[in-house]
C-alpha cells in the first residue's frame, strides 16, 4: 500500500501548492532557449525541494534512465564528481536531455566541489543540474554563482494552504475528521506537507476518543517535550533531567523536526535577551542530525549543558 506522502506527491506544477512566485520564475527559465544548466533550490526539510526538482527534470526533456538522483550526504567525495563528469559525457538514452539532482549538495567535500566546479563551467549541451539544499550557506560560492534561483527559497506552505490539503487528502481517502484534529495536525506540521501526510498516514485508521488521544500525546512530543528540554539546558538543570525528557520523545521521532523547533524557539530568546550561552546553545544545534539522528540530538544537548 503507498504511503500517503508518496500518494499525494504532485508530479506536476499544478499540482504544487504555495510558492506560486517561484513556480512562475521557474517556468519562466525553462522556456527560455538559453535557459541556465545549473538551478538550486533551497529550503527547509520535506518543503518539496526534491518534488519541485523531479517535474523540472521532465519539463527539461529529461525520462527514465536519463533522470539521476544522487544524495550527497553519503556520496560526497571525489569519487562521485568522477562518476558524474562520466555519466555527462553520454548521450541521453531515454529523452532529449539529462538531469543531475544533487540532494543535500551542502555535504559535499571541498574536493567535489572543485572537481564539480569544472563540469558546471561547460557542461554539454543537453546535460542540467538541480542542486538541492537545506543549508546553502555552506555551498562554496563559486558553486553557487553558476547556479539559477540562487535568490530564491522553496518556502513552507501557509497555515490555510495546509488546511486545503489535509482536508483534500482526508476527503479523497473518505474520512471524516473534526475540525480541532485538523488543526492540530496542521499546526504541527510547520507547513511541511510530506511532514502534515507522514503525520495523517500514522493517525488517519483511528477515530474518536483513540484518536484525541493520539493526537494530545503526538503534541505533547512534538511541542512541550522540545520545549521543556531547552528551558532545561537554559536553566542548567542535571543530565539525569535532560534524558528524563529525551527518553519522554521517544526513539521514533523526527530529529530534524526537534532541532528545528529548538533553534526556533532560541531565536526569539537571543533577540529577547542576548547573551553567551543563548548564542552557544544555538551552534550546538545549527548542523543537522539526518545523519547522526537520535546520537546528534544528544550530543548538542550535552554540549549545550556544558559550556
Given at each position: 500500500?503507498?504511503?500517503?506522502?508518496n500518494k499525494y506527491r504532485p508530479t506536476n506544477f499544478s499540482e504544487v501548492r504555495g510558492n506560486s512566485s517561484l513556480k512562475?520564475?521557474?517556468?519562466?527559465?525553462?522556456?527560455?532557449?538559453?535557459?541556465?544548466?545549473?538551478?538550486?533550490?533551497?529550503?527547509?526539510?520535506?518543503?518539496?525541494?526534491?518534488?519541485?526538482?523531479?517535474?523540472m527534470a521532465e519539463k527539461l526533456g529529461a525520462k527514465g534512465r536519463d533522470l539521476k538522483e544522487l544524495n550527497i550526504a553519503?556520496?560526497?567525495?571525489?569519487?562521485?564528481?568522477?562518476?558524474?563528469?562520466?555519466?555527462?559525457?553520454?548521450?541521453?538514452?531515454?529523452?532529449?536531455?539529462?538531469?543531475?539532482?544533487?540532494?543535500?549538495?551542502?555535504?559535499?567535500?571541498?574536493?567535489?566541489?572543485?572537481?564539480?566546479?569544472?563540469?558546471?563551467?561547460?557542461?554539454?549541451?543537453?546535460?542540467?543540474?538541480?542542486?538541492?539544499?537545506?543549508?546553502?550557506?555552506?555551498?562554496?560560492?563559486?558553486?553557487?554563482?553558476?547556479?539559477?534561483?540562487?535568490?530564491?527559497?522553496?518556502?513552507?506552505?501557509?497555515?490555510?494552504?495546509?488546511?486545503?490539503?489535509?482536508?483534500?487528502?482526508?476527503?479523497?481517502?473518505?474520512?471524516?475528521?473534526?475540525?480541532?484534529?485538523?488543526?492540530?495536525?496542521?499546526?504541527?506540521?510547520?507547513?511541511?506537507?510530506?511532514?502534515?501526510?507522514?503525520?495523517?498516514?500514522?493517525?488517519?485508521?483511528?477515530?474518536?476518543?483513540?484518536?484525541?488521544?493520539?493526537?494530545?500525546?503526538?503534541?505533547?512530543?512534538?511541542?512541550?517535550?522540545?520545549?521543556?528540554?531547552?528551558?532545561?539546558?537554559?536553566?542548567?538543570?542535571?543530565?539525569?533531567?535532560?534524558?528524563?525528557?529525551?527518553?519522554?520523545?521517544?526513539?521514533?521521532?523526527?530529529?530534524?523536526?526537534?532541532?528545528?523547533?529548538?533553534?526556533?524557539?532560541?531565536?526569539?530568546?537571543?533577540?529577547?535577551?542576548?547573551?553567551?550561552?543563548?548564542?552557544?546553545?544555538?551552534?550546538?544545534?545549527?548542523?543537522?542530525?539526518?545523519?547522526?539522528?537520535?546520537?546528534?540530538?544528544?550530543?548538542?544537548?550535552?554540549?549545550?549543558?556544558?559550556?
Open positions: 500500500m503507498t504511503d500517503l506522502a512562475s520564475i521557474i517556468l519562466r527559465s525553462l522556456k527560455k532557449e538559453d535557459k541556465p544548466q545549473c538551478y538550486i533550490l533551497q529550503g527547509t526539510r520535506g518543503c518539496g525541494k526534491t518534488t519541485l526538482a523531479r517535474i553519503s556520496l560526497r567525495g571525489i569519487d562521485t564528481a568522477r562518476s558524474i563528469e562520466e555519466l555527462v559525457s553520454y548521450m541521453p538514452m531515454d529523452g532529449g536531455s539529462k538531469v543531475i539532482v544533487l540532494n543535500e549538495v551542502h555535504k559535499a567535500t571541498n574536493e567535489f566541489f572543485n572537481a564539480m566546479l569544472e563540469i558546471l563551467e561547460e557542461p554539454p549541451p543537453n546535460v542540467y543540474f538541480i542542486l538541492c539544499t537545506t543549508e546553502p550557506h555552506k555551498v562554496l560560492p563559486t558553486i553557487m554563482s553558476r547556479c539559477a534561483l540562487r535568490k530564491f527559497y522553496v518556502k513552507p506552505l501557509k497555515r490555510r494552504e495546509m488546511q486545503e490539503l489535509v482536508e483534500e487528502v482526508l476527503s479523497e481517502e473518505d474520512m471524516e475528521w473534526k475540525e480541532k484534529h485538523i488543526k492540530q495536525l496542521v499546526k504541527m506540521s510547520e507547513g511541511i506537507p510530506r511532514e502534515a501526510l507522514i503525520l495523517l498516514d500514522s493517525l488517519i485508521t483511528l477515530s474518536g476518543k483513540r484518536l484525541t488521544k493520539a493526537m494530545d500525546e503526538i503534541v505533547r512530543a512534538s511541542d512541550d517535550l522540545p520545549i521543556d528540554l531547552i528551558r532545561a539546558i537554559n536553566n542548567k538543570e542535571s543530565w539525569a533531567t535532560i534524558k528524563v525528557i529525551l527518553k519522554g520523545l521517544g526513539e521514533d521521532i523526527d530529529v530534524e523536526q526537534i532541532r528545528w523547533k529548538i533553534l526556533k524557539y532560541m531565536r526569539k530568546v537571543l533577540l529577547d535577551k542576548p547573551n553567551a550561552q543563548t548564542a552557544f546553545t544555538i551552534e550546538c544545534f545549527e548542523d543537522s542530525f539526518v545523519e547522526s539522528g537520535l546520537a546528534g540530538l544528544y550530543l548538542a544537548c550535552y554540549k549545550a549543558l556544558n559550556l
